[in-house]
């Protein structure tokens, strides 16, 4: 069974699920805010999720591709400090 690949960014993806599900602009903090509530589970897909994203990234001398890609990087440093902080205190 072939995966359907959305062509749409991550950041728009990720505005898009948040709007639908909150009602509000997506921001990584409110992904990091949310990423809390996860179970372990379900933070380690997460962070799978975001390793494909990052992998997917074309990285060019185009000042916008590196910030964006700095800006991934930077978040999934973010949640896998968090959610290593999370299993040590078995949450």
Do not use: C
Not at 15 to 36: A, H, L, M, Y
Not at 56 to 70: F, G, H, L, Q, Y
């Amino acid at each position: 069974m072939a995966e359907n690949y959305d062509e749409r960014s991550f950041e728009d993806r990720m505005q898009g699920n948040f709007r639908n599900r909150t009602g509000e602009d997506w921001s990584p903090q409110k992904t990091v805010d949310s990423f809390t509530l996860y179970g372990p589970e379900q933070r380690a897909q997460a962070l799978d999720q975001l390793d494909v994203e990052i992998s997917r990234t074309e990285i060019s001398n185009n000042p916008t591709a590196i910030k964006t890609a700095a800006s991934r990087l930077a978040l999934k440093r973010e949640l896998q400090s968090l959610h290593q902080k999370m299993l040590a205190v078995r949450r």
